[in-house]
T-cell receptor, first 112, second 116 residues
Framework: GENVEQHPSTLSVQEGDSAVIKCTYS??????FPWYKQELGKRPQLIID?????GEKKDQRIAVTLNKTAKHFSLHITETQPEDSAVYFCAASKDTGNQFYFGTGTSLTVIP | NAGVTQTPKFRVLKTGQSMTLLCAQDMNHEYMYWYRQDPGMGLRLIHYSVGEGTTAKGEVPDGYNVSRLKKQNFLLGLESAAPSQTSVYFC???????????????FGEGSRLTVL
């Protein structure tokens, strides 16, 4: 099955700085890579996703990049704000499959 | 439109007791999932269902059973609870996967289970 590794497990940045979270996957057939944000005590929610036919996708202050050859993808948050503090999960899936494989999560703290 | 609803939100069990977690979704989604979330281990899939009357094992199915008798409901059962099953359980649903589908998972609020 798929194995998704996520780094770092914890990340602290000053408000206004950028944050980068990286994930690698093992199954070259995976072609859908979502990122979920989980605020303390809340449910995970999708913030951005990317498919394997695209190398980069942006949505305001967040962006995701994908390197299919190296089998890794990253979440980039620019101009971080305190409300970005949360646990972020990457995941991998296949259009032809039924399962999402999650990374172990990154706890991001934005220091005001 | 309530989305995905889980009951109960909290439960404390003694070792060996049984219980059922109920997940209900009102979005007419085909796919439903049960995950457990443990510190440092992310979200691990227990069981899932691709439609009414179907279930399948995920990554960590041992000690759990599921049923999907109605499309909108997905039940997770613990027949004989163990302390290792202390966790936060999340139900999720998604539309039937199509090539162009986002595949977004919609999660419930979670159920915190403690087994003493």
């Amino acid at each position: 099955g798929e194995n998704v590794e996520q780094h770092p497990s914890t990340l602290s940045v000053q408000e206004g700085d950028s944050a980068v979270i990286k994930c690698t996957y093992s199954d070259s057939a995976s072609n859908y890579f979502p990122w979920y944000k989980q605020e303390l005590g809340k449910r995970p929610q999708l913030i951005i996703d990317i498919r394997s036919n695209v190398g980069e996708k942006k949505d305001q202050r967040i962006a995701v990049t994908l390197n299919k050859t190296a089998k890794h993808f990253s979440l980039h948050i620019t101009e971080t704000q305190p409300e970005d503090s949360a646990v972020y999960f990457c995941a991998a899936s296949k259009d032809t499959g039924n399962q999402f494989y999650f990374g172990t999560g990154t706890s991001l703290t934005v220091i005001p | 439109n309530a989305g995905v609803t889980q009951t109960p939100k909290f439960r404390v069990l003694k070792t060996g007791q049984s219980m059922t977690l109920l997940c209900a979704q009102d979005m007419n989604h085909e796919y439903m999932y049960w995950y457990r979330q443990d510190p440092g281990m992310g979200l691990r899939l227990i069981h899932y269902s691709v439609g009414e009357g179907t279930t399948a094992k995920g990554e960590v199915p041992d000690g759990y059973n599921v049923s999907r008798l109605k499309k909108q409901n997905f039940l997770l059962g613990l027949e004989s609870a163990a302390p290792s099953q202390t966790s936060v359980y999340f139900c999720a649903s998604s539309r039937m996967k199509l090539t162009k589908n986002t595949g977004e998972l919609f999660f419930g609020e979670g159920s915190r289970l403690t087994v003493l």
